[in-house]
């Protein structure tokens, strides 16, 4: 079974903050997203990374950035955290290869709970 | 621009009634469908997909979703619902070449014992 995980299920941090989630799959997966998750807005695209060291934007990128050296680990990082950046944040990993029985399935992390105070 | 739509924020039904949730997508060409269930504090886990071939896809747990193009829909069904089956439902549709998802809001569904 494929694997997603995030390194934290709950976290609380103060405005300013720099914050860290990460996100690790074990699935050799070239695809990785986050996600954040607000009630009635559904899942929202932050950034996604199509291979090690590439990233592209999503549609809500402000406030975030993210890493991605090594296949299986994608971070997200909040520079400087705010109180509107208090949100459920998911994790999610992709094959892109048309030969895998999970092609083009997004796999998802159980999420970050991230409070910003 | 790409959009999914679920009508539906929130649904109730009574154990052992039938379920449909509604989905409406707009997109040029044959777009790649899916069903995701999200349960309380849990990430997403996929309930079927739909990539071309048969129009009705079979999914885990009991349930089933109908492709109609011709009313950019992708309706999830299931006979008879079961308490475990309380969770949020997300319709995504993909966008071909890119992999990236586009998500409904979701819709709540509780069940009445």
């Known amino acids: 079974d494929v694997k997603v995980t995030q390194s934290s299920r709950y976290l609380v941090k103060r405005t300013g903050e720099k914050v860290f989630l990460e996100c690790v799959q074990d699935m050799d997966h070239e695809n990785m997203f986050w996600y954040r998750q607000d009630p009635g807005l559904g899942l929202r695209l932050i950034y996604f990374s199509y291979d090690v060291k590439m990233k592209e934007k999503g549609d809500i990128p402000e406030g975030y950035s993210v890493s991605r050296e090594k296949k299986e680990r994608f971070s997200l990082i909040l520079e400087s955290a705010s109180t509107n950046q208090t949100s459920m944040y998911l994790c999610?990993?992709?094959?892109?290869?048309?030969?895998?029985?999970?092609?083009?399935?997004?796999?998802f992390g159980p999420g970050t709970r991230l409070t910003v105070l | 621009a790409q959009s999914v739509t679920q009508p539906d924020i929130h649904i109730t039904v009574s154990e052992g009634a039938s379920l449909e949730l509604r989905c409406n997508y707009s997109y040029g060409a044959t777009p790649y469908l899916f069903w995701y269930v999200q349960s309380p504090g849990q990430g997403l886990q996929l309930l079927l997909k739909y990539f071309s071939g048969d129009t009705l896809v079979q999914g885990i747990k009991g349930f089933e979703a109908e492709f109609k193009r011709s009313q950019s829909s992708f309706n999830l069904r299931k006979p008879s619902v079961h308490w475990s089956d309380a969770a949020e439902y997300f319709c995504a549709v993909a966008t071909s070449g890119t992999y990236k998802y586009i998500f409904g809001t979701g819709t709540r569904l509780k069940v009445l014992a």
């Open positions: 999610a990993s992709l094959i892109t290869s048309g030969l895998s029985p999970t092609y083009n399935e997004q796999f």
